[in-house]
């Protein structure tokens, strides 16, 4: 079975892989634009990219949304993760961060599958925003957080430390199993 991961980001794909090669599932990179709306949930964002997709595209396949959840700021950046990282990027995080004690915060990550029906996988990861930036590997607020019960960044991990806790690992994870009992 081939099956489409609908995004830009080729570490994405890697990722994805190591969850679907085992079950005999080639997930292959579908550069698809298709538009995020703005909305209160990552669910919903990811509910409507596939409804659209599901339009346009003639075979199964998933996309995921993900968003880091900063609790002193009620939740921001959230659902608007990647805008906010690409006008405020991290230094504007910390700013707003700045004396700020509760330094609390989770990723979470929805992966959305299309087969003729919706299914959603979730994935979270709480930790913390530290006060400067560690570590050189990942992406976007990669180096700012540390999840619970780690000393390192998740920018400071190796790509299979990080994937084997990340909340898009956990989502993959969770989709993977679904996907080995459903195969036909």
Not at 119 to 131: A, N, P, S, T, Y
Not at 139 to 166: C, H
Request: aromatic fraction near 14%; charge should be negative; avoid cysteine.
């Amino acid at each position: 079975m081939r099956l489409a991961f609908v995004t830009s980001n080729p570490g994405k794909i890697e990722e994805a892989r190591k969850y679907f090669e085992p079950l005999g599932v080639e997930v292959y990179q579908l550069r698809f634009p298709y538009p995020e709306i703005q909305a209160d949930t990552l669910e919903e964002v990811a509910e409507y990219g596939v409804k659209w997709l599901s339009e346009r595209l003639n075979s199964p396949f998933f996309l995921d949304d993900s968003g880091l959840f900063i609790n002193a700021l009620r939740g921001f950046p959230g659902v608007y993760s990647a805008y906010v990282y690409k006008t405020l990027g991290i230094d504007g995080i910390l700013k707003l961060l700045e004396g700020v004690d509760d330094r609390s915060a989770y990723f979470k990550s929805v992966v959305a599958y299309w087969d003729g029906e919706l299914h959603l996988f979730k994935g979270r990861v709480d930790g913390e925003i530290i006060h400067e930036k560690k570590g050189s590997g990942g992406f976007g607020f990669d180096p700012v957080f540390r999840p619970l019960g780690f000393e390192r960044t998740f920018a400071e991990m190796t790509t299979e430390e990080k994937n084997g806790i990340s909340h898009r690992g956990r989502a993959l994870k969770a989709f993977a199993e679904w996907l080995k009992e459903n195969l036909k």
